[in-house]
C-alpha cells in the first residue's frame, strides 16, 4: 500500500467537495475490493473519501412499490432485512450468497454497483429488477448505468446515494458460483413484473451484466421452467477462462434460468 | 495410570488451549530488539538472463539497511541450495542438478524467483526501495509443459536436454515376459496434477546474529530445525553447527512444505551479520503459492498384463516428474523412491518395471507434499485395477480381493518387503458400512432425480517411517532416517521429553505425553514434550512422512526403557534389596514379594540426591537418551469407498458417503488419529475435484491467490465414516505404523473412480471441476446414445 491522504465526511455533499479536490482521490464504502487492491500496489488512490460516518447513505425503507437501499447499507443488512425478504425474497438471498459473512459484514450496495465487477450478484438484481441508481447529482435507470467491465455511467466526482428497486411481483436469484473465488461464473436474476419478464446475466460475458434475449423471449409466453426447455445461448461474447470455457457457460445460463424461475415460482 | 490419559484413551488436544485462546507463539509473533525487514524482489518473467542489476537507487532510498544480490552471496562464499538425495540414471551415471543460489546469479528461473533482497527499517520501506532496483532481463522461452521440455531451451547448462534423470526399477525382462503371455492388457494414462501447499501459516524468518558471542539464530517455519542447520551449516557454509541455532517454533501446518531449505531463510541469517540487525521476512499469501515447493505433477502411460483369470502378471509404468526450476531439498528422490516402490500396491504382482523422467521446468521447484510419492503411485495403482476390473466385467471389489496379497511377510518385486496387514479385513468392513449391496438401489433412486451416482474404491498401501538409515543411504539419501530422544525426569518425578521429530498440527504434545504418562505410570500433566529448538534438543530428523510415531515414538519408548532400568539401580539402593528383585510396575518400584515400595517420584528424587549410593558405583541422576534406526518401514493400508452424485446438467459433484477403513497398527490416540484422517481425506478431495495448480504458456502462474487456486472448503465435504482394522506392526516396540498422510494418498482415486463409475467412461482428470464433469458427462451420453 502507498500512502494516502484519510478523509472522514460527515456528509455527501462534503465528501463530493473533497472528491472535487483530490483528483486521485477515491471513496471508500465497505473497501472490500478498494483496500485488496490498495495492499496490492494495484490501485494507489492519493485520498481516501470515507462514507462510513456520512449521514443519510444507510438503509432500508419501502417507498410506495418501491424498496430503497441506502449505498452503504452492508450485505449482511440486506440480506436479514424483513422488508427485502417480504418484497423481494431474491435479492435478500442474492445478499446472503455474496463472498462470506465478514466480506457481508463489511461490504455495501453502492460500492458493489459502483464497482460493476463482472462476476458481481448485485448488478445483476439491478438489471432485472430495473432499478434506479440515485447519485448526488441525478437518478440513473439501471438499463443505463452498466456499461461494460468495471465501467459504469458515473461521472468524476459522482457518488452513489441509494438504488431503488420497484417490488416485483416474482423475482429469485440463481447462482452458479466460480468453484475458487465463489464470486458468479453465471448468476442469473429472473423478474416478472406484470407482463414485463426480464432475465439479467453476470458472470458470464465479457462486457458484464447483459439481459439474455434468448431466455426473456421464451419466458414471455408463459413464466415457467419448461418454457426454457431447449433455449439455447450463443457462446459468442461469453468469458473464457480456466474455470469455464464459453459453451459451458452459455449453457449455464438457460440452466440457471430455469432453476431461478422455479424459484420464484415458490416450487 | 488413568485409563483416561493411557495409550488407547482419546485424549483432548493439550496444544489446543493455547492455539485457540491466541497463545500460540509462531515466528511471526517473535519480535527482535532493532529488528530490520527483508523484501525479496522476484522475477517477474519465467526464464531470463539478467543483463543489468541496477541497485544504487536502491540502496540510497529511505530506512534501506542494505541491498543483497547473488554477487554478494558469491563474494561471501556463501553455497547454493543443496538437493539431499542423489539419483543415477539408468546408466549408472548421476543425475544433472544445476546451481541453485539464493539469489539469483546471472539467470531467473521461475516467476518467483529470487533476484535481489533489500533490507529496511521497515517491511514498506523495503518495499518501496525495491520498486527503485533496475533489472535488465533478457527474456527467454518458458519451459512450462514436459512433454516438450527435451527440444526447449536449456534451463540449466548442466543439463541440455532438461532431463534430471532417466531412472528405473524392477526387473523388465520379467514383466516384458509377464506382458507376453498375458491374456488381456489393460492401458492407462493419468495425470497427477500439480498442488499448491497452502498450510496455514506462510513461511517466515528472522535471523539474529549475535556480535558479541558470533552465534547465528535462525527462527524459522521449519518441520525439521536439525536438518535445517546441518544444510545450512555443511553445504551453504553459513556458520558451523555450533555458532548456528535453529528455532522452529509454533508452526502453523507444513504438509511437507516446511521440509525443505528455502532461500529466504538462508538470505535472513547470512544478512542479519552484513546489517548487523535481526532481519525479518514473512511470505505474503501470493509469495507462498509463487514459491513454496509445489507438489505432485506426473504425466505416466502404465500398462496391467492379466490373465485369463483376471489375476495380475505384470506391471509397467512410464511417468514424466517435473522437478520445477530447481532440485529442491529432497526432490529427487519423491517421483523414484518413493513412488516407484509402492507400485506393487496391495496386490500380488509377480513382475513391475518402472521409469521416471525427472525432468526441468521454469515453474517452481516441486517437491514432497502430505503423501510425497505414494499419492501418485496409489492414484495410478488403483485407477488402472478399477478400469481393469471393468474391462473385464469383474465387480471392483471382487477383482481386488482375487489380487489381493495374503500372507505375510511379501517382498514386493520394488523393494518394498511388507511386514503384515489384512486387505480383506479391511475390505469387508468397508463394504459393510459403505452398504454396497444396495448400491444399485440407490443408482436408481438418483437417476430418477436426474442425477448420475457412482461408488469408487481405493484399496491404498502407503510406507511410513522411511528406513532404515543403511538401506535409504545405499539408494543414495544424504541423511539417516533415524530418530532421537531424550527423557529428563527431575527431581520431583515430573518429566521433559526432548524429540527429534517436530509437531506442527500432529499433536506430539498430546500423544507423546500419552505414551510416556502411560510407561511410566505418572500423571499425563507431570510429562511435558520439547521440541523444535536446536540448542535444547539433540540432533534428530524431524516430521514427515508420517515418521514421528513409527520412529519418533519408538526412540521415545527406547530412552523411557532406560529410564526405568536406572531406576530399578537406584530404587534397589534405596528399598535395600537386590537390583534383580526390583519390579518396575504403575508407576512403583517394588521389591518382588514384599509390600516394599517406591513410587517413581520417589526414585527420581533418590536418584538427585543420592544418599542411598556412592557416586562410583552408581552415576546420580535420572535421563537417558536414545537413538532408534527402523529396521524396515511401516505399512499403513485400507479401503476407501467414496459415492458420488452428479448433476448432469451443471457437472456438479456431491460427495455423498464417504467410507474410510484404515489399518494403522496400534494407535496411541484415537481421536488425534480420525483428526488426521479427516484431514488428509479433505486434501485428497481436494486434489480430486478442486485443486489444480496452472501455469500458462508463458510460465506465469494463473493460479496464484485464492480467487483462482480452489481449496476445500467445509461444504465440499460430507460426514466420514471412518472403521479401523488392526494388525499390529510388527517391527517397531510400539505396533504402530502412521496415520499422517494416508487420507491424502487414498482419497483422490476413490473419488475419480466414483466419478467415471457414474459418467460411464474413463476419461475425468482431476481435478474433476464441474466444467471438467460436465464435459465428461456429455461425452458419457455420447457413448450411451452410441451403445
Ligand atoms: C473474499 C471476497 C469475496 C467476495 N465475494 C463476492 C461475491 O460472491 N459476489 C459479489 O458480488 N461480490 C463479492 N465480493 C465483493 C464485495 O461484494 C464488495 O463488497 C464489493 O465489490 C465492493 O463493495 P465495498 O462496499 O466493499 O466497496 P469498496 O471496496 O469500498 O469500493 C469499491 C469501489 O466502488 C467505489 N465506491 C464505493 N462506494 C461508492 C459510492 N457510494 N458511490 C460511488 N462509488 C463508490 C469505490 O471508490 C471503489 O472504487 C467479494 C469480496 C471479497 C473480499
Redesign the interface.
Known sequence: ?YAFSYHNPKTVRQAATLLSKNAEGKVLAGGQTLLPTMK?RLASPSALIDLGHAEGLSGIEQKGRNIVIGAMTRHVDVATSAIVKNAIPGLAALAEGIGDAAVRNRGTIGGSIANNDPAADYPSAALALGATIVTNKRKIAADDFFQGMFATALEEGEIIVKVSFPIPSKAAYEK?PN???RYALVGVFVAKKGSDVRVAVTGAGSNGVFRSKECEAALAGRFNAKSLEGVKVSASGLNAD????SE?RA??IP?MAKRAVTKALGK | MSAKTGVGAPVLRKEDFRFITGKGQYTDDINRQDQAYAYFLRSPHAHATIKKLDISAAKSAPGVLGVLTGDDLAADKIGGLICGWMIHNKDGSPMKAGAHPALAQGKVRYVGDHVAVVIADTYAQAKDAAEKIIVDYQVLPAVVDMNKAKGSVAIHDVAPDNMVYDWHLGDKAATDAAFAKAKHVTKIDVVNNRLIPNAMEPRAAIGDFDSGTGVYTLYTTSQNPHVARLVLSAFVGIAPEHKLRVIAPDVGGGFGSKIFIYAEETVCVWASKKVGRPVKWTADRTEAFLSDAHGRDHITHAELALDDKGKILGFRVHTKANLGAYLSTFSSCVPTYLYAPLLSGQYDIPAIYAEVEGIYTTTAPVDAYRGAGRPEATFLVERIIEKAARETGTDPALFRRKNFIKSFPHQTPVIMAYDTGNYTASLDLALEMADYKNFGKRKKDSAKNGKLRGIGFSAYIEACGIAPSAAVGSLGAGVGLWESAEIRVNPVGTVEVLTGSHSHGQGHETTFAQLVADRLGIDIESVSVVHGDTDKVQFGMGTYGSRSGAVGMSAIVKAVDKVIAKGKKVAAYALEAAEKDIEFKDGRFNVAGTDKSLAFGEVALQAYIAHKFNGQDLEPGLKEGAFYDPTNFTFPSGVHICEVEIDPETGVTDIVKWTAVDDFGNIINPMIVEGQVHGGIAQGVGQALLEGAHYNADGQLVTASYMDYTMPRADDLPSFDIGITTTPCTTNPLGIKGCGEAGAIAAPPAVINAITDAVGHEDVPMPATPLAVWHACQKGARKLAAE
Open positions: 500500500m496490492q452458479f468453484p475458487a473465488s480456466m474455470h469455464a470455457t459451458y449453457h449455464l440452466v
